[in-house]
């Protein structure tokens, strides 16, 4: 192994560029806010795709004739597949980030457009949505890597706020193609094909231009950019033997009890999050009404969900800016989660009010959305900073870690709430005989009486349709005049059709209605253990890196200050300045 100092300075130019990413300098602020605004524009398009399916999940559920149960399965494995390939990503200490990214979103923009559209089968769909999930594990954890290189401290709220965005605005962008082009194109594999050509053409504006640090500029710390000179300069003198002793047992470095704790406490904390990207739609359209009795269709579901997703947008943006300029995580984790518990119960004590009415939802998941994004944009940056204060050089194993539980938790909550939430399969099985809700009142109000004669002489009945109406025989005929009545028996030869269309829909009716009486209590259940992990989220804050006061977190950016403009003195690197 060399022991050589390495050179800084030497950029890949050309067709090598598509390949050779590296960036042997650290870059100036628009070359880094560029690389930054890929990272940020790719992971939103990213989990857009992956989002896709959600916004017309009951569309999905009845063309591929696959039950609740099944479809929520799906999610189950695909995120423990990504559960597993985050543990994958935190390779990208070794071999780095920016090709992973890009090669993970061609592959995902390609599944996404050609594949999904054309299957026939839930198995085929199953396993497509399964390698989304593959792949989108990996760069989970490859993408906010390349974040943290690109941001020194002082900007990461900011800068992570932005990534975070990524699985937000892909829910938003979900909502909103959904709600806008689902009126005019019906089917759900329009909303996979519309999201894979958008995948595809910003997968091929990352391979042309995203870039990444090189291996002796991330793997250092830096507090601001006033720290760029001092990393580069420090960067000459590190060998090849240097870096591979700070990625050594990366595992053993990263395994440490405040990371642990703290990525399955934002877990447990985001539990309401997981289950409005999979479950609103369809939760929301089993279980609130309209003034007309009617449920809401699954386009007004999505417009509630647009309202959601653009308040957290913008509260991940400006709580990061904030956090940034106060120089602290802690208060706004903790304000977050405080709000979080508050409209989660409140939330819990509107599932038995069907008629909420269409804004006053809007407006209880606004505010959830808002505090959810105050806590968890800060987070984010505290935690890459509580992994930098173990190395700054196994970001992406840190990283990994949180991906892993994150993921894990995902798997066993999608699990569990078809068992906590029994009646939905039911619901979205019979919801498109919902539509037959008003011809099935309308008969039965107007011949009741005979509709209940005929269902108690159903075996009578049923042997006189055997025989033409001429060819009855005179007992048969008897009987039935005298048990049923000649003017019912004429009333029901009548209404013959209508029996037989109450016959076919009454069922899936009543298994209708009986579903949605016990919906509301079975997803109050859920939301109390949502209520529960937003609880455990606020101890954990304790343990995470950084100051409550942003008084004393000034102090310590002065002393870092200090000491850089020490060691910079010591290298010859400040004006008029000689090694010491």
């Given at each position: 192994m060399t022991t050589a100092p390495i050179t800084i300075g030497d950029v890949h130019g050309g067709w090598r560029r598509l390949w050779h990413r590296e960036l042997e300098a650290y870059p100036g602020t628009w070359p880094r806010i560029g690389n930054l605004a890929i990272v940020v524009v790719t992971t939103i398009v990213l989990y857009y795709e992956a989002y896709a399916g959600a916004g017309v999940g009951p569309l999905i559920i009845g063309g591929l004739h696959m039950s609740f149960t099944f479809y929520l399965y799906i999610s189950v494995v695909s995120a423990a597949f990504g559960a597993f390939t985050s543990l994958i990503g935190g390779l990208s200490d070794r071999i780095g980030r920016a090709n992973i990214i890009v090669a993970g979103s061609v592959v995902v923009a390609l599944i996404v457009l050609v594949g999904v559209p054309n299957v026939t089968t839930k198995w085929s769909y199953a396993v497509l949505l399964v390698a989304v999930g593959f792949v989108e594990g990996i760069i989970l954890v490859a993408t906010p890597a390349l974040v943290r290189d690109f941001s020194p401290q002082v900007g990461r709220a900011q800068a992570m706020g932005f990534w975070t965005l990524g699985p937000v605005a892909g829910s938003l962008i979900v909502a909103i193609v959904a709600t806008n082009t689902l009126p005019h194109l019906h089917t759900?594999?329009?909303?996979?094909?519309?999201?894979?050509?958008?995948?595809?053409?910003?997968?091929?504006?990352?391979?042309?231009?995203?870039?990444?640090?090189?291996?002796?500029?991330?793997?250092?710390?830096?507090?601001?950019?006033?720290?760029?000179?001092?990393?580069?300069?420090?960067?000459?003198?590190?060998?090849?033997?240097?870096?591979?002793?700070?990625?050594?047992?990366?595992?053993?470095?990263?395994?440490?009890?405040?990371?642990?704790?703290?990525?399955?406490?934002?877990?447990?904390?985001?539990?309401?999050?997981?289950?409005?990207?999979?479950?609103?739609?369809?939760?929301?359209?089993?279980?609130?009404?309209?003034?007309?009795?009617?449920?809401?269709?699954?386009?007004?579901?999505?417009?509630?969900?647009?309202?959601?997703?653009?308040?957290?947008?913008?509260?991940?943006?400006?709580?990061?800016?904030?956090?940034?300029?106060?120089?602290?995580?802690?208060?706004?984790?903790?304000?977050?989660?405080?709000?979080?518990?508050?409209?989660?119960?409140?939330?819990?004590?509107?599932?038995?009010?069907?008629?909420?009415?269409?804004?006053?939802?809007?407006?209880?998941?606004?505010?959830?959305?808002?505090?959810?994004?105050?806590?968890?944009?800060?987070?984010?940056?505290?935690?890459?900073?509580?992994?930098?204060?173990?190395?700054?050089?196994?970001?992406?194993?840190?990283?990994?870690?949180?991906?892993?539980?994150?993921?894990?938790?995902?798997?066993?909550?999608?699990?569990?709430?078809?068992?906590?939430?029994?009646?939905?399969?039911?619901?979205?099985?019979?919801?498109?005989?919902?539509?037959?809700?008003?011809?099935?009142?309308?008969?039965?109000?107007?011949?009741?009486?005979?509709?209940?004669?005929?269902?108690?002489?159903?075996?009578?009945?049923?042997?006189?349709?055997?025989?033409?109406?001429?060819?009855?025989?005179?007992?048969?005929?008897?009987?039935?005049?005298?048990?049923?009545?000649?003017?019912?028996?004429?009333?029901?030869?009548?209404?013959?059709?209508?029996?037989?269309?109450?016959s076919q829909v009454g069922p899936h009716l009543q298994a209708l209605q009986s579903s949605v009486a016990k919906a509301p209590s079975q997803w109050q259940h859920w939301w109390w253990v949502d209520l529960g992990g937003a609880v455990l989220f606020i101890p954990f804050i304790f343990v995470m890196r950084g100051r409550w006061s942003p008084k004393k977190a000034r102090q310590d950016e002065q002393e870092h200050e200090r000491l850089v403009s020490e060691e910079m003195a010591k290298m010859g690197l400040l004006p008029g300045a000689g090694p010491a």
């Open positions: 759900w594999q329009s909303q996979f094909r519309i999201a894979g050509w958008v995948g595809l053409g910003f997968s091929f504006i990352a391979l042309l231009f995203l870039r990444e640090l090189s291996p002796v500029i991330r793997d250092q710390l830096m507090v601001t950019a006033r720290d760029k000179v001092l990393v580069e300069a420090r960067a000459r003198g590190m060998t090849d033997e240097d870096i591979a002793q700070a990625l050594s047992h990366p595992w053993r470095q990263m395994l440490k009890p405040d990371l642990i704790g703290s990525a399955f406490a934002v877990s447990t904390f985001l539990l309401v999050y997981f289950a409005a990207v999979g479950f609103f739609v369809i939760y929301l359209t089993t279980t609130f009404q309209n003034s007309d009795g009617t449920f809401l269709t699954t386009a007004q579901a999505n417009g509630i969900q647009q309202w959601m997703w653009a308040f957290n947008c913008g509260a991940l943006v400006v709580v990061g800016f904030v956090s940034d300029r106060l120089r602290v995580r802690k208060p706004f984790m903790a304000v977050g989660a405080l709000g979080t518990i508050a409209t989660i119960a409140v939330w819990i004590s509107w599932a038995h009010a069907p008629h909420t009415s269409y804004y006053e939802l809007v407006t209880l998941v606004s505010l959830m959305a808002v505090f959810l994004g105050i806590a968890y944009g800060p987070w984010m940056a505290s935690y890459t900073e509580t992994v930098e204060d173990h190395n700054p050089a196994l970001q992406a194993t840190g990283l990994a870690v949180w991906g892993w539980i994150i993921r894990a938790v995902v798997a066993v909550s999608t699990l569990i709430v078809p068992i906590v939430v029994t009646s939905v399969t039911t619901i979205v099985n019979n919801s498109p005989y919902a539509a037959q809700a008003p011809r099935a009142l309308a008969i039965e109000k107007q011949y009741g009486p005979v509709i209940a004669v005929a269902q108690k002489n159903s075996a009578l009945l049923s042997e006189l349709s055997k025989y033409p109406s001429s060819a009855i025989p005179p007992a048969l005929l008897s009987q039935a005049i005298n048990q049923i009545g000649l003017q019912n028996l004429l009333t029901i030869q009548k209404i013959a059709p209508d029996l037989q269309f109450l």
